[in-house]
Every structure is written in C-alpha cells, then in structure tokens.
C-alpha cells in the first residue's frame, strides 16, 4: 500500500522527534511540529495505527514501529540523495536545496533511489552535512559532534549544520563559519555555554544558540 506524502511526513517528524525524546512522541509536539491541531494529528495517528506504522498510546505518546522505522529513514535517505544530486549536479546553493528535495524526497520508485545513489557514488552526507542512511537503513558511523559538545583545546572543522534557514546560514557566512572551515575551541563559558573559536588566527565568541545547530569534526 502506498503512503500518502503527508503520512510519510509525519513519519518522518516522528522519527526525528523522539531521536530528541529518545523515546514516545507526545501529539502536542508533533502538532507544533507539523504546523497543525492536536486533533488532526490524532487523526493522523489512528490511520498510521490501522496501517501498523506506529505504536499510539494515548498517554504514552506515538513511537514508530520497525515497519514506521523504515519508511521513515528511507525518505531520509532520499531526501538527503537529492540534496547531494542538487548541490553537485544541478548547481543549487546549499541553501536552496531543502525545500527542492523535501518533495523529490516524496518520489516512490526504488530503482530510482538506487541508481542515484550509485551515480553518485554512494555519498555518506548530504551538502549540510546531515548523514544518508544505506539501503538497509544503516546511518555512517559518527564521526562527528554539535560544536556545543566539542572539549575545549580541540582543533575540529565544520561539517555540517541542522538549521537551515536563510538568516541562520547567512550568519555563518558572514562570521566565516563556512563548510570545511577549521579552527580552535579555545574556551566555554559555563553561564550561558556559548563557546570562543579561533579562526584563522581571530578569535570569534560563537552564542550556544548557535553552536547547537553545528557539526564538528570529532
Ligand atoms: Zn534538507
């Protein structure tokens, strides 16, 4: 049976939300997530339920099930296949890609998935940075942190992000915090976590805000 783009949009909300939870996902935040009522989820969660894509308790919170799993890491795959195929084959900016192949993401042919992932010779991450599942679901190995996690002395370079907003990318840019740049983390501030760099040779204060939102080199 065929799922609908929007249930597989919410598998896929799913899926990263209790990566956040480690655990059930609560109707609450997957209607803020999906932009919708709480009612319309629950909805959504009976038909994903009656299709045994997810596991919905009332008050426990909806998790995936194995088969949920899948269909949720597959579009995540092909979501980030896309992305790569955009940036190195189409010309799109980093920036642009997103929104092109959250709905290339959507398209069902297996075969497809497989000959784009052999043209582009079976890439690990996509142009953010963000790791591309295998064919059987299996994510790289991390070699990776969020710069809030990186210890204080390490020499690391950026990987990666996962806020893709335009004002967010923009103001990497604009400090320099650009893919592939390298630098030091010569201090972290306890009270607010925000961290100090060094960037070629300049030192650069970098907020927790937006030292969450980046991938390091480990
Ligand atoms: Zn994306």
């Known amino acids: 049976m065929e799922n609908s783009f929007t249930e597989e949009n919410y598998l896929k909300a799913i899926y990263k939300l209790s990566r956040r939870t480690n655990g059930g996902v609560s109707t609450n935040a997957l209607a803020e ?3 919708t ?4 989820v629950t909805d959504m969660l009976k038909r994903l339920s009656s299709k045994k894509l997810v596991d919905y308790q009332k008050y426990q919170g909806v998790t995936l099930t194995d ?3 899948k269909v949720a890491v597959d579009i995540i795959r092909k979501h980030r296949l896309w992305e790569v195929f955009l940036v190195e084959h189409l010309g799109f900016g980093e920036h642009e890609v997103h929104d092109v192949a959250e709905q290339m993401e959507h398209v069902s042919s297996p075969l497809l998935v497989e000959r784009l992932d052999k043209f582009l010779n079976h890439p690990k991450y996509d142009p953010h940075g963000g ?11 991390p070699t990776r942190v969020k710069l809030d996690e990186l210890p204080v ?10 806020e893709h907003s335009d ?29 100090d760099l060094l960037l070629n040779g300049e030192p650069l204060h970098v ?8 991938f390091v080199s480990n």
């Open 33 to 35: 997530r999906m932009d």
């Open 167 to 195: 004002s967010f990318l923009a103001y990497l840019k604009k400090v320099g915090l650009d893919l592939g740049q390298q630098f030091t983390l010569i201090d972290r501030h306890d009270f607010d976590r925000s961290v």
């Open 153 to 162: 002395g390490k020499q690391s370079k950026v990987l990666g992000v996962t």
């Open 207 to 214: 907020s927790h805000e937006v030292a969450r939102h980046i």
């Open 131 to 141: 790791p591309i599942p295998d064919a059987d679901g299996k994510f790289p190995a």
């Open 67 to 69: 088969k949920g799993l």
């Open 37 to 40: 009522k709480a009612s319309s």
